[in-house]
């Protein structure tokens, strides 16, 4: 059995245009892929070793949480 696709947002612009280069999309949609796949198995690596899931999900909000912008202006 296949998994369904993730249905990844459009992605904007900080001027909320659209992101609509197919290239730059498709490098998106497999980071996203990737990450969640990443998320998942830490995730279920937790709980096999008796981590609560909500620490767990608290966690892995706190790293994207402290993610950092070096674009930023």
């Given at each position: 059995?296949t998994?369904?696709?993730?249905?990844?947002?459009?992605?904007?612009?900080?001027?909320?245009?659209?992101?609509?280069?197919?290239?730059?999309?498709?490098v998106?949609?497999?980071?996203?892929?990737?990450?969640?796949?990443?998320?998942?198995?830490?995730?279920?690596?937790?709980?096999?070793?008796e981590?609560s899931?909500?620490?767990?999900?608290?966690a892995l909000?706190?790293?994207?949480?402290a993610l950092?912008?070096?674009?930023?202006?």
């Open positions: 059995m998994k369904p696709e993730q249905a990844w947002p459009k992605w904007l612009r900080d001027d909320g245009s659209v992101v609509s280069c197919t290239e730059k999309v498709k998106m949609t497999e980071n996203f892929d990737e990450l969640k796949q990443i998320a998942q198995d830490a995730l279920e690596d937790g709980l096999l070793m981590v899931e909500q620490q767990m999900r608290d909000h706190q790293l994207v949480d950092i912008n070096p674009y930023k202006k």
